[in-house]
């Protein structure tokens, strides 16, 4: 069975600040893929990130960077100098290779950037 | 390029009654994916559609039904609703990138 674990449920931080969402997960495949998400209130899942199981590379999008590690089982999301822009609820999830596009969510990190 | 489009974006329903849910995926994609948001279990999948044919299915009931049209057009439908299937419902498709792409949802309310 797969599960994703997102310990944190709600982070508050001030503009500029930044900010590290954690995911931990568990599967028993030896190829998997991890996705991060990001939900603001308008409700639409907005894609962010894919990362293989094979790809330890950490990733660096603008503000975003991804750190992935296979030996502690965490992929995890850190948004640097925050905006008010990125608050929304982010959520980690998880498949198998060959799960077709049967992801298997945590229960997400409400991210709020005040003034 | 378009996204991925849900209509509609609400709906009121009675106890009883059976809702279908439509979904148009991005131009190209042919595999489509429903979701179930609640506050109470998260993000549940559901089903997915690949050229028309279930390719896999969530542990929901029998109550729960989709189908994918030749256009790749997706409808889920909820036949007898229960007060527990109030939820945003998510759709969402993918193209041969392997990324999955969602729309707005349709936020259906059971009264």
């Known amino acids: 069975a797969q599960k994703v674990t997102q310990a944190q449920t709600e982070i508050s931080v001030v503009e500029k600040e930044d900010v590290t969402l954690d995911c931990v997960y568990e599967?028993?495949?030896?190829?998997?893929?991890l996705f991060w998400y990001k939900q603001p209130p308008s409700g639409e899942l907005v894609f962010l990130i894919r990362?293989?199981?094979?790809?330890?590379q950490n990733e660096i999008s603008g503000r975003y960077s991804w750190n992935f590690q296979k030996s502690t089982s965490s992929f995890n999301f850190t948004i640097t100098a925050s905006q008010v822009v990125d608050s929304a609820v982010y959520f980690c999830a998880l498949s198998a290779r060959g799960g077709g596009n049967k992801l298997t969510f945590g229960t997400g990190t409400q991210l709020k950037v005040e003034l | 390029k378009a996204g991925v489009t849900q209509t509609p974006r609400y709906l009121i329903k009675t106890r009883g009654q059976q809702v279908t849910l439509s979904c148009s995926p991005i131009s190209g994609h042919r595999s489509v994916s429903w979701y179930q948001q609640t506050p109470g279990q998260g993000l549940q999948f559901l089903f997915e559609?690949?050229?028309?044919?279930?390719?896999n299915k969530g542990n929901f009931p029998g109550r729960f039904s989709g189908r994918q049209f030749s256009n790749s057009r997706s409808e889920m439908n909820v036949s007898t609703l229960e007060l527990g299937d109030s939820a945003l419902y998510l759709c969402?498709?993918?193209?041969?990138?392997?990324?999955?792409?969602f729309g707005s949802g349709t936020q259906l309310s059971v009264l």
């Open positions: 990362r293989n199981s094979f790809d330890e």
């Open positions: 969402a498709s993918r193209g041969t990138d392997e990324k999955l792409f």
């Open positions: 559609y690949f050229s028309e044919t279930q390719r």
């Open positions: 599967t028993r495949d030896t190829t998997y893929y």
